[in-house]
Each structure stands twice: as C-alpha cells, then as structure tokens.
C-alpha cells in the first residue's frame, strides 16, 4: 500500500458509495469494485449479517473460481465448524478484520476452512472483515488471493477494516428503506425526501406520523427545530461526503421526541442515472436494541431473559460476556441456559447454534429472493403462524 493517494482516493469513493441510496446487494458490489483498485483480490463473498444471531442472511458472491467453497459448507464452517477468524469474534475485536496468514502464525493449513475450500482450488490467502456500526454487525466480507500472489499483508487489512463502519451504515439504511417501500416494516419507521434546497419533497405515513406528532401534537417550538435540525445535519453530512469532503462521521442521529421515544434518522443520497440528483433520503425509525429475531422466541417458547442469553450463545459470548451484558450474574445465567436446553432439545450451546441454524436460519436462507427487514432477519419469516415446535 505504498501509493497513499491512491488509497486516500479509493477510500473517499467507498466512503460515498456507503451513504449513497442503494440496495444492498448494488451496494456491497460497487465498494468491491472500488476496493480491488487498492486491495487487488481473485473472489470474494460478501454477506449481509442479523445483529442478533450472527446468522448470515444474503451473499453476493464472485468466487466461480472455488467450486470446493460450497454454500452450506461455508454455513457449516462458520457455526459448527473449529476454525480462525470467525466472523463473530471479529465483530467483537479492536480491528475487525484479519488475515487467514496472520490468525494462524503463517500455518493456513491449520485451518479447516483452508483445507477443504480454499486450497484444493489453489486459494492460499484470505482477509477477512466485518461491518460494525453502533456494537451491531450487519455485513461480513471474505476476499481470497491465489497462490502466485502476496498474502494479505496487515496494511490491508487495516484498510479493509477501517471502511466497515461506513459500509454497516450503508447495509443498514438499505435494509430499511427497502422495507419501507416493500411495506415489510410497521409504521414506525419512515422516509423522508429532500431537495437539494433542503424542502420535503416526499414522505411516507411512518414519517409523517413523526413529523406530525412533533410538530403538532404539543406545539413547542423546540421540539420542531430539535428534529428540523436532526434531518438537515444528516442530509447536509450525507452531502458533503458527495462532494468530496471525506468524514469520519457518519450521516445519522438520535432525537426524542416529547412523548419521550428515541428517533434514529439515517440519511443517504438519492441518485437518477447513476448520478447524484442533490435529493437526499432520510429515514426515520424508533430507535431500539438488537434483539434476536421474534421467530425463534415463539418457535421455543422463550422468555424474554432467556432469549437475551441465547443472543449472546449465538454470537460466540462466554457466560461471563453473557453476565455482563445482561446484567445477570453467571450463575444466573448458566440457570437460564439449562431452561433453554430443556425448552430446544439439546445439551450444550454447541448444539444449541446447530438447532437454529438447521430449523430457523438455513431453509430462509435458501430461499434467494427471501428479503430482509430492517432487524435484519429474513422478512417473510414474521409471516410464520405455526412456527417449528420444539423437540
């Protein structure tokens, strides 16, 4: 990565293309074209990520090249599987992403994942990161190299991993402003248009639900400049990342309402011909944790507490992590985890992630046209009256 310019310039191309009104799948394959000018890689698979769970939900992938890398198996590697580098433990490091070489002390053929998928198709180098924003992972990205090039040194690994935030915004907003306009999302959440003067143009019933009970419903003035504010400074940040002006910031905020609810406004440009058309979407939506998809609780008939300690079974925590984020001791913990066994059929978390995986998570999965909703788990499952019923 010697050519810092270069690097500084593919950067403010992906920073844009991350706050550009997209959907995910034109989204996650417009940055890999800019990011092959930097990190010049042979395949790849970029997948979208439920917060919740850590399940992978949709792929866009270009790894012809791997017929050995085998869809389900790259599922099974991920959740049942031993291996380096997993996508759930580097969402939770201090640099989410690393390479395969470094992981394993210059040894890959120490990692299944190497053995069984990558080399026998003559791949000897992989880099892999995830897309974190606000503690929530919403994209994991993998790239290989074959073995007549370098391996991923950790200068590109840094790069790589310094764009996930923008990137995870960028997943994010698509991921609800696809919902609103398919209607897969309820009427808390909205979506407001701008022109390039900075005038409503357009909003949907969600947004206009908030706009009114702001602006309306008590008559305070402080409450309209407060949200009036909020818009105009995302859409004004989403803007200047158009014109060149890189940001470390992301074009988002947080605002309450009078009734005391918490806003998220996420904004993102809006383009007509693959050109910037100075409008600038803003999206609206209460703003709440990352909780595990609603199917799996009715599916296993899980409390609240104990749907919180499977969240952080899935995504690779030990019960003292557990304790900590739930405000649980750890032996309180363990007592909610052997509900749980009772309650799903199975003896160890282990099994646990290979029941979710096997009954809720892999037949949507298979199902590519399934969309996602803005928790990112796949839509069509709310739909589900008789969920699976536990063994």
Not at 182 to 202: C, F, K, R
Request: hydrophobic share 40%.
């Amino acid at each position: 990565m010697r050519d810092t310019q270069r690097a500084r310039r593919v950067r403010q191309e992906i920073v844009r293309l991350a706050h550009t009104r997209s959907d995910s799948f034109a989204l996650r394959q417009a940055v890999a074209d800019r990011l092959r000018k930097h990190v010049p890689f042979d395949a790849f698979c970029w997948w979208t990520t439920d917060p919740a769970t850590m399940f992978l939900t949709t792929s866009l992938a270009e790894w012809w090249e791997m017929p050995s890398a085998e869809c389900l198996e790259i599922h099974r590697n991920e959740y049942l599987v031993e291996d380096f580098n997993k996508f759930r433990d580097l969402a939770r490091a201090q640099v989410r992403g690393a390479s395969l070489a470094t992981a394993t002390g210059g040894k890959p053929e120490r990692s299944h994942r190497y053995r069984e998928m990558m080399r026998p198709d003559g791949f000897e180098a992989e880099l892999r990161a995830t897309q974190v924003v606000d503690g929530a992972c919403w994209g994991a990205l993998a790239l290989y190299r074959r073995g007549d090039r370098a391996a991923f040194d950790q200068r590109e690994v840094e790069f790589v991993a310094t764009l996930g935030p923008h990137v995870a915004e960028g997943l994010r907003t698509s991921l609800l402003a696809a919902a609103i306009e398919q209607q897969h999302s309820s009427d808390t959440s909205g979506l407001v248009v701008l022109d390039a003067d900075g005038h409503i143009t357009a909003l949907t019933a969600g947004a206009a639900r908030w706009v009114s009970e702001i602006h309306g419903s008590v008559g305070r003035r402080p409450s309209e400049h407060r949200i009036s504010d909020a818009i105009w400074a995302v859409a004004a940040l989403a803007r200047g990342l158009n014109d060149g002006n890189e940001s470390s910031r992301l074009p988002r905020a947080r605002v309450r309402t009078d009734s005391g609810e918490w806003l998220l406004i996420h904004a993102a440009l809006l383009e007509r011909e693959g050109r910037s058309s100075g409008e600038v979407a803003v999206m609206i939506e209460l703003a709440r944790p990352v909780q595990i998809a609603p199917l799996l609780i009715r599916a296993y008939g899980l409390s609240e507490r104990e749907s919180d300690v499977v969240t952080g079974v899935l995504q690779g925590h030990s019960t003292e992590q557990i304790a900590k984020a739930t405000y649980l001791s750890p032996y309180t913990v363990q007592d909610y985890l052997k509900s749980v066994f009772e309650k799903t059929g199975v003896r160890s978390r282990r099994e646990l992630v290979a029941k979710m995986f096997a009954e809720q998570h892999w037949p949507h999965y298979g199902d590519g046209d399934a969309p996602l909703d803005t928790d990112g788990w796949f839509a069509q499952s709310r739909s589900i009256e008789n969920p699976t019923p536990t063994s």
